[in-house]
């Protein structure tokens, strides 16, 4: 048995494609950098409904929470243990409204999300994305870009 036990603050992040397998992402204000939109539970909150005030706060979207994608652990920069859970989830609009955090979204193809993300949020991307002999339906969505 391990003597030292992770002691981690917990992330919840959305994986939201669209029809034609477009991913939102969006990037942070403070740095720059592209993510998946989501963030940290409250200390009494349950994570499908955390994910949604999380993911409405941040973009204005209501989204169903569809399922378990991806997990990671690491260790920040100050040395902190940090957890993240990935969820697939769906939504039927595509009209973003960013909040302060993030200041440009985009509805992007499978290969730019791969390109833009950090490597575990890219790895929750692939994990979303239906099998290949999975049909997609095309929906008539535009694709956005706020920048």
Known sequence: MTEELLNATVSIRGVLLTGRGETLVVKRRSDGEW????????????????????????????????D??????????????????????????RDVE????????RWVPYSQAMA????????????ARP?????ISVSSVRSVTSD
């Open 35 to 66: 993510e998946l939109p989501g963030g940290r539970l409250g200390p009494d909150e349950d994570i499908v409904p955390g994910l949604q005030r999380e993911l409405q706060e941040e973009t204005a979207l209501e989204v169903a929470v569809k």
């Open 98 to 105: 960013l909040s302060e955090e993030h200041d440009a979204f």
């Open 68 to 93: 378990t994608v991806h997990a990671n652990t690491w260790r920040n920069d100050d040395d902190a243990g940090r957890m993240a859970v990935y969820y697939r989830c769906q939504t039927a609009d």
């Open 116 to 127: 833009l993300l950090p490597n575990a949020q890219a790895t929750a991307v692939r994990n």
């Open 131 to 135: 099998e290949p002999d999975t049909e």
